[in-house]
């Protein structure tokens, strides 16, 4: 008994698969928006199409003759609003459309013995009713894959008109022969599905799972596990992890699960684990990017303190005695990779930072003087007010000690209290007007995101919205 148990639970903690940092989620609400604006636009495109030849052999008393259909093109087109559903059997879609009518016309050749024939026809396909199931997964290197399930296809009635040619002799047989002609066109609406989703897998299968957002760092968004379609939603867990482009090198601590809430009055919504921002916050300080050397140069000129030791009696009286009027510089650098947490309503970041001061002989002689722990604690918030992300962020608490001291100890208090004003003064009113201009909300180029609101959760963020087509644009392909 007990060794069965160990192997099941062995067994569930190897399928447990990793959480996903994003989740997205599209629901009913996103699926029916962007149904009606995929009919319009196929609608649109059926205007414009040819379609394959059909053609075939008809038998008659006195041997058979062979037709063909060509050119045929849609001259017009009653495309009723299909229904798409999520499809909980075969976690995916299924999509139906019934009494679609459709007029067409082209041209006609007969080949009978040696007699060749031929004209033009105008033909109406009446009542066609369409059934698609697709079924959503994901491969192994984490692409999003489609593929058919299953297609059903009925063409209720034909009528066709032929002018030209011998017409007037076979028009009257049209009663007998259009139910080939029917069933002809029959079979071929579901190899045209089959091939559109085919199609559709193709380009999934190309499409790349990360992104380099800048010299530094990737975004992984590969899906983390299968697709999940309840009766109203479709859910996709993707990784979200950033790592430096150099390193590669994952960070030491995983994504926690999250629950997003549900929003069915939204078409979409996404959620953002503190596991991705701290992911990129590991990738820079893995790529030995969260550091500076900071010099008097560097520092305002409004600024009280100098990087020069002749400045630095208020703080630490011994150290213009030892070493007078020589410049200073400050190397401050990440003890560990800066952490961010959501909160309900905030988002805290904690950055443990070092300090090692350094004065400058004239010869360019270095000197260490002293090495400080620097604790910074941040709060700060996040909204999206039109298309925009905004954010505000407010300094909570600046901890300073000294870890070591070539010039004898000193109290940190003042150093600290100036560390906290030229932190606001200096570093946060810069940072808050950035925050506040904020960043637009990525655009596509067919699509936008429109009523969109933030709200700050534990462990993570999450937007839900609306989108926009612009479909408009007849360059859609
Ligand atoms: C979906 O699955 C349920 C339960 O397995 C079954 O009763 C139902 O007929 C299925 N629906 C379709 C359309 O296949
Ligand atoms: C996918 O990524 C590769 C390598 O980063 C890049 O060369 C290629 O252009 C990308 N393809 C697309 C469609 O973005
Ligand atoms: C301070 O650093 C900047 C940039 O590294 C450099 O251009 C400048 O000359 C330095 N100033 C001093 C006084 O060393
Ligand atoms: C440092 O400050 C003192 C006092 O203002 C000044 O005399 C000295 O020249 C400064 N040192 C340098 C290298 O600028
Ligand atoms: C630089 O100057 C200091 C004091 O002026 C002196 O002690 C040191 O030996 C000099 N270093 C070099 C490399 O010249
Ligand atoms: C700042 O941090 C110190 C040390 O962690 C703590 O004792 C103090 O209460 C904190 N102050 C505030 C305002 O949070």
């Given amino acids: 008994m007990l060794p069965s148990v160990v192997a099941l639970l062995a067994l569930l903690s190897c399928t447990h698969g990793e959480n996903p940092a994003i989740q997205f989620i599209l629901t009913n609400?996103?699926?029916?928006?962007?149904?009606?604006?995929?009919?319009?636009w196929i609608q649109e495109k059926l205007d414009k199409v040819t379609l394959p030849d059909i053609s075939g052999e008809?038998?008659?008393y006195i041997g058979s003759i062979d037709y063909t259909l060509t050119g045929i093109t849609i001259t017009k087109c009653d495309f009723p609003e299909p229904s798409v559903e999520?499809?909980?059997?075969?976690t995916g879609f299924k999509a139906s459309m019934s009494g679609l009518s459709v007029a067409l016309n082209g041209?006609?050749?007969?080949h009978f013995g040696i007699i060749d024939d031929g004209g033009q026809f105008d033909m109406a396909i009446f009542s066609m009713d369409v059934t698609s199931v697709?079924?959503?997964?994901?491969?192994?290197?984490g692409h999003l894959s489609v593929s058919s399930v299953s297609c059903d296809a009925q063409v209720g009635d034909v009528d066709i008109q032929f002018h030209g040619g011998a017409s007037w002799i076979f028009q009257p047989f049209v009663d007998h022969f259009k139910g080939h002609i029917r069933s002809e066109i029959q079979i071929k609406i579901c190899p045209a599905v089959r091939e559109f989703i085919d199609r559709l897998e193709y380009h999934l299968q190309f499409m790349n799972v990360s992104f380099d957002v800048d010299q530094v760092l990737t975004l992984d968004l590969a899906l983390t596990g299968l697709p999940v379609i309840d009766?109203?939603?479709?859910?996709?867990g993707l990784k979200g992890e950033f790592y430096s482009i150099k390193t590669h090198m994952s960070p030491p601590f995983e994504a926690q699960p999250f629950t997003m809430p549900e929003q069915p009055s939204y078409m979409l919504s996404m959620g953002l684990s503190d596991f991705t921002l701290n992911s990129a916050s590991y990738g820079y300080y893995s790529a030995g990017l969260l550091?500076?050397?900071?010099?008097?140069?560097?520092?305002?000129?409004?600024?009280?303190?100098?990087?020069?030791?002749?400045?630095?009696g208020q703080v630490i009286p011994q150290l213009p005695k030892m070493f007078p009027g020589l410049l200073m510089n400050l190397k401050i650098y990440c003890k560990e990779a800066p952490?961010?947490?959501f909160q309900p309503g905030a988002v805290k970041l904690d950055v443990q930072s070092v300090v090692k001061a350094i004065a400058m002989e004239p010869n360019g002689t270095q000197i260490p003087l002293f090495t400080l722990n620097v604790d910074l604690k941040f709060s700060g918030k996040m909204w999206i007010t039109g298309e925009t992300l905004k954010g505000s962020m407010t300094m909570d608490n600046v901890t300073l000690t000294l870890a070591a001291s070539e010039v004898g100890t000193f109290k940190t208090d003042a150093l600290e209290v100036m560390v906290k004003g030229g932190m606001k003064m200096f570093v946060l009113i810069k940072l808050n007007e950035k925050l506040g201009k904020g960043i637009i909300l990525p655009r596509m180029k067919y699509a936008q995101l429109v009523n969109s609101v933030l709200k700050m959760e534990q462990g993570f963020i999450a937007i839900s919205s609306d989108a926009e087509f612009l479909l408009t644009d007849r360059s859609f392909n």
């Fill in 29 to 40: 609400k996103g699926l029916q928006y962007g149904k009606h604006a995929g009919a319009g």
């Fill in 58 to 60: 008809i038998n008659i």
């Fill in 86 to 90: 999520f499809f909980q059997n075969n």
């Fill in 107 to 110: 041209g006609w050749m007969t």
């Fill in 134 to 141: 697709v079924e959503l997964g994901r491969d192994p290197d």
């Fill in 231 to 236: 009766a109203s939603s479709l859910n996709l």
């Fill in 291 to 312: 550091q500076v050397l900071i010099n008097d140069s560097m520092i305002p000129p409004r600024f009280p303190l100098r990087l020069n030791t002749s400045y630095m």
């Fill in 339 to 341: 952490i961010f947490s």
